[in-house]
Structures are given as structure tokens and as C-alpha cells.
């Protein structure tokens, strides 16, 4: 245990005897060797999980009250250091509960941070900033209003709404999430309505205990607003509007507070959010969604790494709550786990597998139809007969998704005489052309300048755009369709729907309603597009040049490539009365490549999923891959590349010399440059480690930890270093 230190004369002394020792966990900052709860003193005991206010340095920060270490209650002090007392209690908030507790320790474990720097993220930011006076000003505020609202709230109870009539599939899944314990992999195709069986399994939980609480997670902001409403819509009337609550990074500090204090009183019975609301305070949880569950923006890329996924399947069984994980392309861990028992595999996976192979009424999934490349004129962006079949969709009214996952103008631009191309002078990256505003733009490390008149190098004018984005395609298709007249005698409209265009304030909601109402015949987008929207007269969709991912060093590509165009494909013909209105031309996803053998295309074409995990697995098992293995890099960021390795090496060579537990069944592979070695001016490496078994890995990186610290103080040219569990991205 540590204890706050007290070198510091201008802090008021102990007055009062204190008697109580308290611990509580503080964010102390990252890197400190710090993990532990700190140790100080109080006149009364606190309960556990209690919010506090105490001093550490000169600041006085929130602090949770954090479970006495069971070896004795007396903190042991190093000589010379003074214990110090709490500041005060933050009343009006109840304590945080034993599991909230143990979810946060476990994370701050598993995932090799410091107990208190995960406790504390984990709680809205206000609730940090707060003077306990403020805060209780803001409980009263609350409590007041939800008094003058008691009456009004009564009178807006209605009974259950009706729901929808469940499809075959959705009632045999529901069944079974009933009957069983789970955690369950709902596998739906896209518009096979996993939503309502999430509907349907929450209202069941919330009907079966007059308290109960459900969480239900959805990678992007994006998606959450098309979530509330569904969820307003069918809540609202029975528990009233202050039933369900959001969590994500859009919303103000004091809207995140307002959530979180709704859901940690219970008053909110439905929280919905993106992975930072794993870490919700819910006593009385009952079920947790995770919806679109392979989705990468799960995993947490600064801090904590933490896998809301994974964290959502640990509190499922920590805190009883049942566990319901949907995907139409489940990543390849939970498919894995959700493998049926087999007679060399009695057991099976841990999670039970929920199949709802069909959509909802007559929809057919799209036919995917493969364009060789090979085949095409030379230098088409788009093929004669692509846009063929965009002309045709655009003329009978329907509307079109062209995927491409690039924005901007062009990826670089060169001069065709010397060979200039518009490096980032601070990273190892090309900065991307974005016409617009006639800028070229570093998207590692957002280094902006003006794009120059002349080859910098040569001086030579004619320097021209390599490769395309998301903005040239968007343009080149508006001149393409050009004379094409939809059956409303306009001139057909093509729109763009990236990071770009949506940067303001509800820019995406109001372009994503131009789209629904059919103001945009063809909408140009990035991933941001293709997940999750339920688009209604969609009846095309295109990927330009998705080959790029076939042939990545990271093993997870082609997962990611497959479930992005499924995900595409998900989002033409999902309305089988408007298809059968306009005639019945089935939907159709179309793909550009180069490579129309690839077994990849082939899954895709059949909507397998199955039979591309099958292949993928076997290919991951052949080469002692996840989720056969277990990972966890190790990144170090330096000055120079050889003085990242060298940290690197140094703490592989202390591993080993200090016999870790764990080393006999860990691999530690040789530090190697990462993809884009250098950003804004920091050289970064990494190195993998690799194990057959969790539990070793665990165990080494625990022991590990000390290691890394120490050995830092001998690399003064390492910036930072840091240790991801379970990394995602290779
Ligand atoms: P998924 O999430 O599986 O892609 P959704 O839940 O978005 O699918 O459902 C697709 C569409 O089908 C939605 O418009 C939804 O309202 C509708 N839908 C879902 N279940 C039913 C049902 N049982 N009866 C009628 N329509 C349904
Ligand atoms: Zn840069
Ligand atoms: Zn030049």
C-alpha cells in the first residue's frame, strides 16, 4: 500500500485525532508505479465504494473509498511519512456497490493499468470536477424536479404498447435467452430484426423485476440516436422518458452526469451507450446487449485498452446479468466460443450460438456480384457496367451506396518528374490531398498545409493526385450520372457521408435525413455509412477497391474487410414492399476487384459467414493465432527507432533473467517497427507476446509490470511506453 505523501508544508496540518484508516483509490498519473489505493485517515469509518474529496500533493482530488486490504487494517508507512485525512464525503451519492467495484479492479488487472486511474475514468468527468457543495446543490435540483414531476410521470403510465408480432426466428431466440442462462451470440443476418429480440428480451427483464436494469451497447454515436428512439418509443409510455438514459462522448459533462447518477440511483431502468457505459454503475443489472458486437470501436485505444465486449461478458457473469451479443458477422473469438459441443470437443464453446438466418417478411439479402478488374478498361474508377447499374437504380427512383473506406481527395500526390509525393514531414505517411479546401492533411498527426503550386522538389507545375477518396469519388460519380433524370425530372443527386462532412454538430443526422426522405439518389460514404443504419430504398450497394485489406500484414484484415461489406451488403433491399413496389429487381451488392477468385468474394457471394469463419479459424489454428493463442504488445515510443527497440529488448532480456512466472509458456517475439513508424516526430515499436494460455500471460505481464518500470528509468529516450491485452490491431 502507498500512502499520499506529505512533504508538503502548505496543506493544514491533522487537526482532529483520526482514527479510521481509509483506502481509496485516486487517479494518480499513468506511469506512476502507483496501482494501489492510497492510505489516509478519517474521524468515522466510510463504507466502501463511498465518493470522496482528498488531498494528494497540493491538489485535492475524488477519491474512492476503496475495500481494507485483507492482510490488516493498518497501512505499514514509511518512516517519516505523516498520514493524512480525507477532505470530505460527497453526499447524496450512495455508495458504489461491491461489483462495480470488482468489474473496475478486474479491468485495472486484466488490462495492466493502475487501479485508481481506471476507477476513476470510469466515473463522468463532472463528478471529478465538482465541490461537494455544487454536487449536492445539483442532487436537490434533482430530487426537486422529480417531485413536481411525480404526478405528470404517473399519468403518462400507459400500459404496454403492443409489441410486433415476433417472426418464427426472433420468437425461438427470445425463447431460448429466456429459458437459458447464456451469454448468448445472437448470429442474425443483417434485417433479420436482432433489435426487436433486444426489445423483446429487455421488456422481458424489466417485467420480471419491478427494479431491474438493462445495458445495451452499440459501437458508434452515431447509432445511438436511431437506438433511443426505437427505445423511447416502446419504453417511454410504460416507464416514462426518464427511463432510459444515454452514455457516450457527444454528450456534456452535465448530461453525463445526469445519466450516470440516473442509473447508478436505479431511476433509469434502460441505459443505452457506447463502450465507455460497460463501466455504467447499475445495481440492479439484468441484461446487457452488445449489439453489432465485432465492431473494432469496442476496444478502447488510449488508457485502459479495454474490451467493452469482453468487460460486458465478465459483468454478465459477475453480476448475474444475462448476456445477449449480436452480430451478422460475429467476430471470430465469439464464434469460436459459441462452437456447438462435437465428439472431439465434447464441451463446446462458453456461449450458446442464436441463428436468424432470414430477414424480416419477404426482404432477400443482395446478390453480390463480383466485377474482374482484369477484365475493365484500363484506369475506370468505376466500371462500365457498375454504373450501368447505378444509371438504372437511379432512374427507377431507387437509391445507391458507394463504399469507399478512404476520405479525402486523393491518399498522396506526386510529380510525375522527380517523384515528389506529398510526404508528412513528421510522420511516416503520405498527407492526403483534400480538394475542398485545397489542403493536404496529415490524418496520423492532422499536420495541415496548403497545397503547393509547384513540385516543392523540382518546381515543375503539372503535380497531380494519386489513388482517390471518398471527395473525388464523389465528384467523378456527379459528373458520371450527370445527365441521368430521376422519375421526379431532376437531375440525379450524389451526397458524401464521411468523417469530413460531419464534423459539425449534427451535420449527420440532417445528411442521414436527406438520404431517408430521397433528396440523395446516391450517397458516397466511408465504414461510417455501412453499419447499422436501417436505410429503406437503398436497393444498391458498391465497394470500389476493397481489395486493399486482402493482402494486409494484420491477420485480423480480412475479418474486418468481411464483416464491412457484409455489413454494406446489409444495408440494400431491406424493405421487401418497396423492392416488390418497384417491380421486384432484386438488390444487389456489387464489388470491384482484382481478385474475383478469392475465397473471401466467394463466402461473400453466398452470404457465408459461416464458411469464412470456418476457413479463417482453421488457417488461425494452423498458425497458433486468436483465438487459438493469446496476445499482448508491448509499444514503446522514443526518439529514435533504436532507442524504442532498445527499450524493448532490455525489458524482454530482464523477463527472462528474472525467470518470470509465466515465461515457460510466454513467447516474447523481437521488437519490430509498427505499420507507421513514426508520428508527429516519435519513432514507435512494438513487440508481441504470445502464450497458449491465459492465465500464463497474466501472470507474467503482472509480474512484468515492476520490470517495465524499473527498466524505464535506464531508457531516457523513451517517451512512453505502454501494454495493450488482446490487442486488435497487429
Ligand atoms: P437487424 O438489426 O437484424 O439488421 P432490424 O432490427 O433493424 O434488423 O430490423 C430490420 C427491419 O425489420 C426494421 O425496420 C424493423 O422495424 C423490422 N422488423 C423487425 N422485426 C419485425 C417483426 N417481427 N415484424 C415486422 N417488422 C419487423
Ligand atoms: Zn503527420
Ligand atoms: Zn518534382
Given at each position: 500500500?502507498?500512502?499520499?505523501?506529505?512533504?508538503?508544508?502548505?496543506?493544514?496540518?491533522?487537526?482532529?485525532?483520526?482514527?479510521?484508516?481509509?483506502?481509496?483509490?485516486?487517479?494518480?498519473?499513468?506511469?506512476?508505479?502507483?496501482?494501489?489505493?492510497?492510505?489516509?485517515?478519517?474521524?468515522?469509518?466510510?463504507?466502501?465504494?463511498?465518493?470522496?474529496?482528498?488531498?494528494?500533493?497540493?491538489?485535492?482530488?475524488?477519491?474512492?473509498?476503496?475495500?481494507?486490504?485483507?492482510?490488516?487494517?493498518?497501512?505499514?508507512?514509511?518512516?517519516?511519512?505523516?498520514?493524512?485525512?480525507?477532505?470530505?464525503?460527497?453526499?447524496?451519492?450512495?455508495?458504489?456497490?461491491?461489483?462495480?467495484?470488482?468489474?473496475?479492479?478486474?479491468?485495472?488487472?486484466?488490462?495492466?493499468?493502475?487501479?485508481?486511474?481506471?476507477?476513476?475514468?470510469?466515473?463522468?468527468?463532472?463528478?471529478?470536477?465538482?465541490?461537494?457543495?455544487?454536487?449536492?446543490?445539483?442532487?436537490?435540483?434533482?430530487?426537486?424536479?422529480?417531485?413536481?414531476?411525480?404526478?405528470?410521470?404517473?399519468?403518462?403510465?400507459?400500459?404496454?404498447?403492443?409489441p410486433?408480432a415476433l417472426s418464427d426466428e426472433q420468437r425461438r431466440a427470445t425463447l431460448q435467452i429466456e429459458a437459458e442462462d447464456g451469454?448468448f451470440?445472437l448470429?442474425?443476418?443483417?434485417?433479420?430484426?436482432?433489435?426487436e429480440v433486444y426489445?423483446h428480451s429487455?421488456q422481458r427483464a424489466?417485467?420480471a423485476?419491478?427494479?431491474?436494469?438493462?445495458?445495451?451497447?452499440?459501437?458508434?454515436?452515431?447509432?445511438?440516436?436511431?437506438?433511443?428512439?426505437?427505445?423511447?418509443?416502446?419504453?417511454?409510455?410504460?416507464?416514462?422518458?426518464?427511463?432510459?438514459?444515454?452514455?457516450?462522448?457527444?454528450?456534456?459533462?452535465?448530461?453525463?452526469?445526469?445519466?450516470?447518477?440516473?442509473?447508478?440511483?436505479?431511476?433509469?431502468?434502460?441505459?443505452?451507450?457506447?463502450?465507455?457505459?460497460?463501466?455504467?454503475?447499475?445495481?440492479?443489472?439484468?441484461?446487457?446487449?452488445?449489439?453489432?458486437?465485432?465492431?473494432?470501436?469496442?476496444?478502447?485505444?488510449?488508457?485502459?485498452?479495454?474490451?467493452?465486449?469482453?468487460?460486458?461478458?465478465?459483468?454478465?457473469?459477475?453480476?448475474?446479468?444475462k448476456?445477449i451479443?449480436?452480430?451478422?458477422?460475429?467476430?471470430?473469438?465469439?464464434?469460436?466460443?459459441?462452437?456447438?459441443?462435437?465428439?472431439?470437443?465434447?464441451?463446446?464453446?462458453?456461449?450458446l450460438?442464436l441463428h436468424m438466418?432470414?430477414?424480416?417478411?419477404?426482404?432477400?439479402?443482395?446478390?453480390?456480384?463480383?466485377?474482374?478488374?482484369?477484365?475493365?478498361?484500363?484506369?475506370?474508377?468505376?466500371?462500365?457496367?457498375?454504373?450501368?447499374?447505378?444509371?438504372?437504380?437511379?432512374?427507377?427512383?431507387?437509391?445507391?451506396?458507394?463504399?469507399?473506406?478512404?476520405?479525402?481527395?486523393?491518399?498522396?500526390?506526386?510529380?510525375?518528374?522527380?517523384?515528389?509525393?506529398?510526404?508528412?514531414?513528421?510522420?511516416?505517411?503520405?498527407?492526403?490531398?483534400?480538394?475542398?479546401?485545397?489542403?493536404?492533411?496529415?490524418?496520423?498527426?492532422?499536420?495541415?498545409?496548403?497545397?503547393?503550386?509547384?513540385?516543392?522538389?523540382?518546381?515543375?507545375?503539372?503535380?497531380?493526385?494519386?489513388?482517390?477518396?471518398?471527395?473525388?469519388?464523389?465528384?467523378?460519380?456527379?459528373?458520371?450520372?450527370?445527365?441521368?433524370?430521376?422519375?421526379?425530372?431532376?437531375?440525379?443527386?450524389?451526397?458524401?457521408?464521411?468523417?469530413?462532412?460531419?464534423?459539425?454538430?449534427?451535420?449527420?443526422?440532417?445528411?442521414?435525413?436527406?438520404?431517408?426522405?430521397?433528396?440523395?439518389?446516391?450517397?458516397?460514404?466511408?465504414?461510417?455509412?455501412?453499419?447499422?443504419?436501417?436505410?429503406?430504398?437503398?436497393?444498391?450497394?458498391?465497394?470500389?477497391?476493397?481489395?486493399?485489406?486482402?493482402?494486409?500484414?494484420?491477420?485480423?484484415?480480412?475479418?474486418?474487410?468481411?464483416?464491412?461489406?457484409?455489413?454494406?451488403?446489409?444495408?440494400?433491399?431491406?424493405?421487401?414492399?418497396?423492392?416488390?413496389?418497384?417491380?421486384?429487381?432484386?438488390?444487389?451488392?456489387?464489388?470491384?476487384?482484382?481478385?474475383?477468385?478469392?475465397?473471401?468474394?466467394?463466402?461473400?457471394?453466398?452470404?457465408?459467414?459461416?464458411?469464412?469463419?470456418?476457413?479463417?479459424?482453421?488457417?488461425?489454428?494452423?498458425?497458433?493465432?486468436?483465438?487459438?493463442?493469446?496476445?499482448?504488445?508491448?509499444?514503446?515510443?522514443?526518439?529514435?527507432?533504436?532507442?524504442?527497440?532498445?527499450?524493448?529488448?532490455?525489458?524482454?532480456?530482464?523477463?527472462?533473467?528474472?525467470?518470470?512466472?509465466?515465461?515457460?509458456?510466454?513467447?516474447?517475439?523481437?521488437?519490430?517497427?509498427?505499420?507507421?513508424?513514426?508520428?508527429?516526430?516519435?519513432?514507435?515499436?512494438?513487440?508481441?507476446?504470445?502464450?497458449?494460455?491465459?492465465?500464463?500471460?497474466?501472470?507474467?505481464?503482472?509480474?512484468?509490470?515492476?520490470?517495465?518500470?524499473?527498466?524505464?528509468?535506464?531508457?531516457?529516450?523513451?517517451?512512453?511506453?505502454?501494454?495493450?491485452?488482446?490487442?486488435?490491431?497487429?
Open positions: 500500500m502507498s500512502t499520499a505523501s506529505v512533504n508538503d508544508s502548505s496543506l493544514p496540518p491533522v487537526t482532529k485525532p483520526a482514527s479510521h484508516w481509509l483506502w481509496v483509490a485516486v487517479s494518480t498519473p499513468a506511469h506512476s508505479s502507483v496501482s494501489e489505493p492510497l492510505s489516509y485517515l478519517s474521524d468515522a469509518p466510510i463504507a466502501p465504494g463511498t465518493l470522496v474529496r482528498v488531498p494528494l500533493g497540493r491538489r485535492e482530488v475524488l477519491g474512492v473509498v476503496w475495500d481494507a486490504p485483507p492482510d490488516g487494517a493498518v497501512p505499514d508507512l514509511p518512516e517519516g511519512v505523516t498520514p493524512r485525512s480525507i477532505a470530505g464525503v460527497l453526499q447524496g451519492v450512495a455508495p458504489l456497490d461491491a461489483s462495480w467495484r470488482r468489474l473496475t479492479a478486474f479491468t485495472a488487472r486484466y488490462y495492466q493499468r493502475a487501479l485508481g486511474e481506471v476507477a476513476l475514468a470510469a466515473l463522468p468527468p463532472q463528478l471529478r470536477d465538482l465541490t461537494p457543495e455544487q454536487m449536492a446543490r445539483r442532487i436537490q435540483r434533482k430530487t426537486r424536479k422529480k417531485k413536481d414531476m411525480a404526478g405528470v410521470a404517473s399519468a403518462a403510465i400507459h400500459p404496454t404498447p403492443a410486433v451469454p451470440l448470429f442474425g443476418a443483417t434485417g433479420s430484426g436482432k433489435t426489445l429487455v424489466l417485467e423485476d419491478p427494479r431491474a436494469q438493462v445495458l445495451v451497447m452499440v459501437p458508434e454515436i452515431n447509432l445511438t440516436p436511431q437506438l433511443e428512439a426505437r427505445f423511447l418509443e416502446r419504453f417511454a409510455p410504460v416507464y416514462g422518458d426518464e427511463a432510459v438514459v444515454s452514455m457516450h462522448s457527444g454528450m456534456t459533462s452535465a448530461q453525463r452526469l445526469k445519466s450516470w447518477l440516473a442509473a447508478h440511483t436505479g431511476e433509469a431502468r434502460i441505459v443505452l451507450g457506447t463502450r465507455m457505459a460497460v463501466f455504467a454503475s447499475m445495481p440492479q443489472l439484468a441484461l446487457i446487449v452488445v449489439d453489432e458486437e465485432h465492431d473494432a470501436s469496442y476496444k478502447q485505444q488510449e488508457g485502459a485498452r479495454y474490451s467493452a465486449r469482453d468487460l460486458a461478458v465478465w459483468r454478465g457473469r459477475e453480476q448475474q446479468a448476456v451479443l449480436g452480430s451478422a458477422t460475429p467476430s471470430l473469438e465469439s464464434w469460436h466460443a459459441s462452437r456447438s459441443p462435437s465428439t472431439d470437443d465434447p464441451h463446446g464453446g462458453r456461449y450460438r438466418p432470414s430477414r424480416i417478411g419477404a426482404a432477400e439479402l443482395p446478390r453480390v456480384r463480383l466485377v474482374d478488374m482484369g477484365q475493365q478498361p484500363r484506369g475506370a474508377v468505376f466500371s462500365p457496367p457498375l454504373l450501368q447499374a447505378i444509371t438504372e437504380r437511379v432512374e427507377r427512383g431507387e437509391q445507391c451506396l458507394v463504399l469507399l473506406n478512404r476520405r479525402g481527395f486523393a491518399p498522396v500526390l506526386h510529380c510525375k518528374d522527380c517523384g515528389w509525393k506529398s510526404d508528412c514531414p513528421h510522420c511516416s505517411a503520405h498527407q492526403v490531398f483534400h480538394k475542398i479546401d485545397r489542403t493536404l492533411r496529415c490524418h496520423h498527426c492532422g499536420f495541415t498545409q496548403r497545397v503547393p503550386h509547384a513540385c516543392p522538389s523540382c518546381g515543375n507545375v503539372d503535380i497531380s493526385p494519386l489513388g482517390r477518396g471518398t471527395e473525388q469519388l464523389e465528384e467523378q460519380l456527379a459528373e458520371l450520372l450527370r445527365n441521368v433524370i430521376t422519375p421526379q425530372r431532376r437531375a440525379a443527386r450524389v451526397a458524401r457521408i464521411d468523417a469530413d462532412t460531419t464534423k459539425a454538430k449534427g451535420a449527420l443526422e440532417e445528411q442521414l435525413a436527406a438520404v431517408h426522405s430521397g433528396e440523395i439518389d446516391v450517397l458516397v460514404g466511408t465504414q461510417m455509412v455501412a453499419k447499422g443504419h436501417d436505410f429503406r430504398r437503398i436497393t444498391l450497394v458498391a465497394a470500389v477497391q476493397p481489395d486493399g485489406a486482402l493482402f494486409s500484414s494484420d491477420f485480423r484484415a480480412p475479418e474486418r474487410l468481411f464483416a464491412l461489406l457484409m455489413q454494406a451488403a446489409g444495408r440494400a433491399g431491406r424493405d421487401a414492399d418497396y423492392i416488390a413496389e418497384q417491380g421486384g429487381n432484386p438488390p444487389e451488392m456489387w464489388i470491384q476487384t482484382w481478385h474475383p477468385e478469392h475465397s473471401l468474394y466467394t463466402s461473400l457471394r453466398r452470404h457465408d459467414y459461416p464458411r469464412f469463419a470456418a476457413e479463417q479459424l482453421q488457417e488461425r489454428a494452423d498458425a497458433g493465432m486468436p483465438p487459438f493463442a493469446y496476445q499482448a504488445l508491448v509499444r514503446a515510443d522514443a526518439r529514435t527507432q533504436e532507442a524504442a527497440q532498445a527499450f524493448l529488448t532490455a525489458v524482454s532480456e530482464r523477463a527472462r533473467e528474472a525467470q518470470l512466472p509465466g515465461l515457460d509458456h510466454v513467447f516474447l517475439f523481437p521488437p519490430v517497427p509498427m505499420a507507421v513508424q513514426r508520428v508527429a516526430n516519435v519513432e514507435r515499436a512494438q513487440m508481441l507476446i504470445e502464450s497458449a494460455h491465459r492465465g500464463a500471460l497474466q501472470h507474467f505481464l503482472a509480474a512484468w509490470q515492476s520490470v517495465l518500470h524499473a527498466e524505464r528509468a535506464n531508457h531516457k529516450a523513451v517517451i512512453r511506453w505502454l501494454v495493450d491485452v488482446d490487442p486488435q490491431a497487429i
